[in-house]
């Protein structure tokens, strides 16, 4: 299985909004609404920002949505803070297993 | 409130076994799936398999279905992972996380334990 498909690096500036992309197939991305969404900072563990597609847990920022069509998942971030910039992973159910994503680096110019 | 922590780095020979510790607090242990997934530098976030504490039920990713171990102690309210027959390409900062629900959602994360596979 293939690690789902993120581009490597996306940036905005303070304020603005900024999309990253998540592509699978129809095994995982597709065929489940079981994406999640983690931010990783340096040196630190992945915390979760968005499950089930568009969910945020409870203390996330609702600057952070989420959404799906067809077989890629999207990560929003709108109004830009500098504490944003981090690495951002996706991940996806398929066939009794799961999968994440290369990860995307966001850079807050 | 919810804590993972996890035992500390090692370093090991190729062709030796490691075991990482994963010791849970501020929850009902028996109630969430534990998942291990590793962070390395040539193939990022990878998910290795799950131990349910409840029933001690496994899943092993099918790369790691040969090598890995999963286990726990529900007593200590500790999950233990073990990969043996290490590679270079092994060296990673291996976590354990918590799932709440049955849908991806992993919650709580471990801090991380780096293995380095050095001879």
């Known amino acids: 299985q293939s690690a789902l498909t993120q581009p490597a690096s996306v940036s905005g500036s303070p304020g603005q909004s900024i999309t990253i992309s998540c592509t699978g197939s129809?095994?995982?991305?597709?065929?489940?609404?079981?994406v999640s969404w983690y931010q990783q900072h340096p040196g630190k563990a992945p915390k979760l920002m968005i499950y089930e597609v568009s969910n945020r847990p409870s203390g996330v920022s609702n600057r952070f949505s989420g959404s799906k069509s067809g077989n890629t998942a999207s990560l929003t971030i709108s109004g830009l803070q500098a504490e944003d910039e981090a690495d951002y992973f996706c991940?996806?159910?398929?066939?009794?297993?799961?999968?994440f994503g290369g990860g995307t680096k966001l850079t807050v110019l | 409130q919810v804590q993972l922590v996890q035992s500390g780095a090692e370093v090991a020979k190729p062709g030796a076994s490691v075991k990482v510790s994963c010791k849970a607090s501020g929850y009902t242990f028996n109630g969430y799936i534990i998942h291990w997934v590793r962070q390395g530098p040539v193939h990022g976030l990878e998910w290795m398999g799950w131990?349910?504490?409840?029933?001690?039920?496994?899943n092993y990713a099918p790369k790691f279905q040969d090598r890995v171990t999963m286990t726990r102690d529900t007593s200590m309210t500790t999950a233990h992972m073990e990969l043996s027959g290490l590679r270079s390409d092994d060296t990673a900062v291996y976590y354990c996380t918590r799932e709440d629900g049955h849908n991806g959602r992993f919650d709580y994360w471990g801090q991380g334990s780096l293995v380095t596979v050095s001879s």
């Open positions: 991940s996806s159910y398929t066939f009794n297993s799961w999968l």
């Open positions: 131990v349910n504490p409840d029933s001690g039920a496994i």
């Open positions: 129809s095994n995982d991305v597709g065929g489940y609404n079981s």
